[in-house]
């Protein structure tokens, strides 16, 4: 009998065993010491070749490139992704032939015009020769909802989604006083149109944060990572927040392995975010033993961000 009990026990843990070992690692790249007026375009190539991303697969395909302008002033320059990271990035898909377009829907403002302006981003495109789709007023078509954690049955992408071959989420580091912070799995809430969603976006908020950004991402075609952590936001981001510089880029193919290692960075414990808890496993891992440090480890370049002091994100403290 004890016997018996042993032996169904070691089955047990082999089994446990197996199914950790058959868990996929994915690699993030980190650099640290950069700055807007930097060598940004070289760091970038050379972390994309570090977590594999493949210039071959690349030449002759389109690239969208995804910023986050949700909503800028030329005051706060830590609320939006710096337009030199959007140039540095456009410049190495384009020496890797690819077709490059940017693409954004503010949630919070419906003149995107004045968005691209008030970045700083309708310089650099116009300088760069960079066409910008305007996402929030683009056609939408309905694909369904292929997380199905939320109640929404379908979302509604713009045509520009579905025309290129690889959407690059570049995202501006911040806090976030719902979601606890926002890196690039949140950006890809900027994919879905205003007009058929409005402004903000509510509907998302009502069928839960966590849920709906994890089924954005289970829904979307192929996505990586650049992240813009050069100068970030702490506090009550991600728009009344305060600036917090950084210096980093964090770059990868696996988005929810990148936002798993910005929580860390700033602070926060991925096990206790909630979308990162539903995407484990499921869209990536956030296990720190299966993701694979290229560059910089986190530990070195780790700097906790200020929160806003409520129960739900004090939960998502490291060691909370």
């Known amino acids: 009998m004890l016997v018996g009990a042993a032996a169904a026990g070691a ?35 050379d ?44 410049e190495v898909f384009r020496q890797w ?5 940017v693409g954004e829907a503010p949630g919070n403002v419906r003149d995107t015009e ?14 760069e020769k960079l066409p910008f789709a305007d996402l929030n007023y683009s056609p939408a078509r309905p694909v369904p909802n292929k997380g199905r954690f939320s109640s929404l049955t379908q979302f509604f992408f713009p045509r520009e989604v579905y025309d290129v071959d690889l959407i690059v989420s570049l995202p501006k580091l911040k806090t976030h ?3 606890g912070f926002t890196a690039s799995m949140k950006n890809l809430f900027g994919l879905l149109p205003g007009t058929v969603y409005g402004w903000p976006k509510n509907v998302f908020h009502v069928a ?7 089924d954005i991402n289970a829904t979307a075609p192929r996505h990586v990572a650049i992240v813009d952590a050069i100068l970030c936001m702490e506090g009550d981001g991600p728009i009344m927040g305060t600036p917090k510089p950084l210096g980093l880029l964090a770059i990868g193919g696996n988005c929810t ?10 602070g926060l414990d991925p096990a206790k975010v909630p979308y990162l808890a539903l995407a484990a496993d499921r869209l990536g891992p956030t296990d720190e033993e299966l993701i694979i440090e290229r560059g910089e480890r986190w ?22």
């Open 11 to 45: 089955g047990l843990l082999g089994y446990r065993l197996l199914r950790h070992f058959n868990r996929p690692q994915e690699p993030v790249f980190l650099a640290r010491g950069q700055s807007y007026d930097g060598l940004l375009a070289r760091t970038i190539r």
């Open 47 to 90: 972390g994309l070749l570090a977590v594999a991303i493949d210039p071959l697969w690349l030449s002759g395909r389109r690239v969208l490139l995804k910023p986050n302008l949700v909503e800028p002033t030329r005051q706060a320059r830590h609320m939006t992704t710096h337009p030199a990271v959007v140039v540095a990035a456009a």
């Open 97 to 101: 032939g690819a077709e490059v377009i």
């Open 114 to 127: 004045m968005a691209l302006v008030e970045s700083g981003l309708e310089e650099a495109l116009r300088s």
């Open 177 to 179: 006083h719902w979601a």
């Open 208 to 214: 839960g944060i966590a849920k709906t950004l994890v």
């Open 257 to 266: 392995a990148v936002d798993a290692t910005c929580a860390r960075i700033i």
């Open 299 to 320: 530990q070195d370049v780790a700097n906790p961000f200020q929160i806003v002091d409520t129960p739900h994100l004090r939960e998502m403290r490291a060691g909370g």
